[in-house]
C-alpha cells in the first residue's frame, strides 16, 4: 500500500512563502500525474496544481504566478512553492498521484494558515 507523507504546512504571513512537500511511501509504477489540491472550512476541494509524468504542469487561475510544482522523481518527493500567500490560501493542502490505471493515492492533508 503507497503511503503519501505531505509536509511543510504552518503559519505565514500575508505575502510570505511555504514548499510543501508529499513523499511517497515507496515507487508508484505508471504514474499519470502527481498534484496539489486544497480544501478550505465549508468549501469542496479545488485543484491547485498538477503536474504529468512527462514534466507538463497545470494551476488554478488563483495560484498562477504565486505558486509552482515541481518533483524530484529519485526522491518520489513532488512540491509545492508558495509565494505571496494571501489569506485565501488558507487551507488544508492534500497531495494526490494518479496513475495510468486510474488507481489515487491520497495524502492525508498540510494545514495552512494565512491570516489576514
Known amino acids: 500500500q503507497v503511503q503519501l507523507v505531505e509536509s511543510g504546512g504552518g503559519l505565514a504571513q500575508a505575502g510570505g512563502s511555504l514548499r510543501l512537500s508529499c513523499v511517497a511511501s515507496?515507487?508508484?509504477?505508471?504514474?499519470?500525474?502527481m498534484g496539489w489540491y486544497r480544501q478550505a472550512p465549508g468549501k469542496q476541494r479545488e485543484l491547485v496544481a498538477t503536474?504529468?509524468?512527462?514534466?507538463?504542469?497545470m494551476y488554478a487561475d488563483s495560484v498562477k504566478g504565486r505558486f509552482t510544482i515541481s518533483r524530484d522523481n529519485a526522491k518520489n518527493t513532488v512540491y509545492l512553492q508558495m509565494n505571496s500567500l494571501k489569506p485565501e490560501d488558507t487551507a488544508v493542502y492534500y497531495c494526490?498521484?494518479?496513475?495510468?490505471?486510474?488507481?489515487?493515492?491520497w495524502g492525508q492533508g498540510t494545514q495552512v494558515t494565512v491570516p489576514p
Open positions: 494526490k498521484v494518479r496513475t495510468i490505471w486510474s488507481t489515487a493515492y
Open positions: 503536474m504529468t509524468f512527462d514534466g507538463a504542469s
Open positions: 515507496r515507487d508508484i509504477l505508471g504514474i499519470n500525474d
